[in-house]
């Protein structure tokens, strides 16, 4: 069987999206996301956007092979926005994605029922109004070698239209390259098979 070495998210912040229900106000936010540095980054910048706002509920998933997620209720009644933000990640298919849905109360309680129903259509229009993009899943290595064996790994680069991340040219090289991975093993063993240059997988987490 081949091994699926793609995955969807999404391209770039969505245009805001507003669903309303009995006076309360939900807005949805969607963001593409590499790390719990950058999700909190979102979630203060969105917190301090709407400071009179009541709840600031969102959803993440990261990561491609090894997932790892997380539903916030915000003082709203357990998983009746968290989880339902989350199901809409999971529904598209997407990850590496932050989802911030922030209500504003209307003075009419929704209900458990209500709720759900609020945040998961909010987080289903910010993900409407999103670029979903596939992506494939790339593993880093690193190469390095006398620059007597310049051509030689360089020809090897193009012909394989390997992605350069980084170079470093001097006496000693070093070459940082992007690999799909289901060709990744290949590859290794190319460099791996030849003489005075080393190749090394680098832990991209």
């Given at each position: 069987m081949e091994e699926n070495d793609t995955y969807k998210t999404i391209s770039k912040p969505n245009e805001l999206v507003l669903f309303k229900d009995k006076n309360s106000k939900f807005f949805g936010y969607a963001f593409p996301v590499r790390n719990e540095d950058e999700i909190k980054a979102h979630?203060?910048?969105v917190k301090k956007e709407h400071h009179s706002a009541r709840h600031w509920c969102y959803a993440y998933q990261l990561g491609t092979?090894?997932?790892?997620?997380?539903a916030n209720d915000?003082?709203?009644?357990?998983n009746s926005a968290g989880m339902p933000i989350y199901g809409q990640i999971q529904s598209f298919g997407v990850t590496n994605?932050?989802?911030i849905v922030v209500r504003y109360f209307g003075g009419v309680k929704l209900g458990v029922g209500g709720?759900?129903?609020?945040?998961?259509t909010a987080a289903q229009m910010a993900l409407e109004a999103s670029k979903i993009?596939?992506?494939?899943?790339?593993?880093?290595?690193?190469?390095?070698f006398d620059y007597k064996n310049m051509n030689t790994?360089?020809?090897i680069i193009k012909e394989h239209q390997l992605k350069i991340?980084?170079?470093?040219?001097e006496l000693d090289c070093k070459i940082i390259i992007s690999v799909r991975k289901k060709a990744s093993q290949k590859i290794f063993d190319i460099f791996n098979h030849l003489f005075e240059v080393d190749i090394k997988p680098i832990d991209q987490n």
């Amino acid at each position: 069987m081949e091994e699926n070495d793609t995955y969807k998210t999404i391209s770039k912040p969505n245009e805001l999206v507003l669903f309303k229900d009995k006076n309360s106000k939900f807005f949805g936010y969607a963001f593409p996301v590499r790390n719990e540095d950058e999700i909190k980054a979102h979630i203060d910048e969105v917190k301090k956007e709407h400071h009179s706002a009541r709840h600031w509920c969102y959803a993440y998933q990261l990561g491609t092979e090894t997932i790892s997620y997380r539903a916030n209720d915000d003082g709203e009644p357990s998983n009746s926005a968290g989880m339902p933000i989350y199901g809409q990640i999971q529904s598209f298919g997407v990850t590496n994605v932050l989802i911030i849905v922030v209500r504003y109360f209307g003075g009419v309680k929704l209900g458990v029922g209500g709720l759900i129903n609020a945040y998961r259509t909010a987080a289903q229009m910010a993900l409407e109004a999103s670029k979903i993009v596939t992506k494939t899943i790339n593993i880093q290595y690193s190469v390095s070698f006398d620059y007597k064996n310049m051509n030689t790994v360089m020809r090897i680069i193009k012909e394989h239209q390997l992605k350069i991340v980084d170079q470093t040219m001097e006496l000693d090289c070093k070459i940082i390259i992007s690999v799909r991975k289901k060709a990744s093993q290949k590859i290794f063993d190319i460099f791996n098979h030849l003489f005075e240059v080393d190749i090394k997988p680098i832990d991209q987490n």
